[in-house]
């Protein structure tokens, strides 16, 4: 059974970088199909998605970042990270990655059944 | 970009309820309608993925409706284990989440 679980500091300076490692463990991250994601969710509110990776090359992000994030994979290891440049106190939030399912089009059209438990990341000085 | 708007945003019920929460996209999507469930301090669970197809091991209770841009889902028969917050996110165009519902106890 698939699972992730992410990994990385609970707490960032402003105007650093966060940088978050997901560690994947009973799946391949070769495996076409599968849309290797980054979402975050600022304390009470809804979830935002960040990025994916797809066939262990391909990117996409949400353009709302201004160019900030990179996501970034290592298949030897079986894990992937996020890179969160130049963070204010608005990036404070839990940070999740997840594994959606569906084609190039449609990169969620079979949903994201599989998530990591989350991390809190606070940004603050 | 699509914008998802759900209604309510919250609701009270009570066990053995049926209640319904709605999901709006802003532009055609299709059957491309995914429902979550989240619960505090808990990472999102998905319920239903394409408008209406139950995800493995959800309860069937649990079932999505809709096209287009109108979605629902229904939850036929509430249980203790149910209250939570639920969100739909759209799959049309890469996603977008709509705001959340949040079903509280009465």
């Known amino acids: 059974q698939v699972q992730l679980q992410e990994s990385g500091p609970g707490l960032v300076q402003p105007s650093e970088t966060l940088s978050l490692t997901c560690s994947v463990s009973g799946d391949s991250i070769n495996r076409g199909g599968f849309y290797w994601s980054w979402f975050r969710q600022p304390p009470g509110q809804g979830l935002e998605w960040i990025g994916y990776f797809y066939d262990s090359a391909d990117t996409k992000y949400n353009l709302s970042f201004n160019n900030r994030v990179t996501i970034l994979v290592d298949t030897s290891r079986s894990r992937f990270s996020l890179k969160l440049t130049s963070v204010t106190a608005a990036d404070t939030a839990v940070y999740y990655c997840?594994?959606?399912?569906?084609?190039?089009?449609?990169?969620?059209?079979?949903?994201?059944?599989?998530w990591g438990q989350g991390t809190t990341v606070t940004v603050s000085s | 970009d699509i914008q998802m708007t759900q209604s309510p945003s919250s609701l009270s019920a009570s066990v053995g309820d049926t209640v319904t929460i709605t999901c709006r996209a802003s532009?055609?999507?299709?059957?491309?309608l995914n429902w979550y469930q989240q619960k505090p301090g808990r990472a999102p669970r998905l319920l239903i993925y394409?408008?209406?197809k139950l995800e493995g091991g959800v309860p069937s209770r649990f079932s999505g409706s809709g096209s287009g841009t109108d979605f629902g889902l229904t939850i036929s028969g509430l249980q203790p284990e149910d209250f939570a917050t639920y969100y739909c996110?759209?799959?049309?165009?890469?996603?977008?989440f709509g705001g959340g519902t949040k079903v509280e106890t009465k």
């Open positions: 997840a594994r959606g399912v569906g084609t190039v089009t449609m990169p969620y059209n079979y949903g994201v059944g599989v």
């Open positions: 532009q055609f999507i299709s059957i491309y």
């Open positions: 996110q759209q799959a049309y165009t890469i996603q977008s």
């Open positions: 394409a408008a209406s």
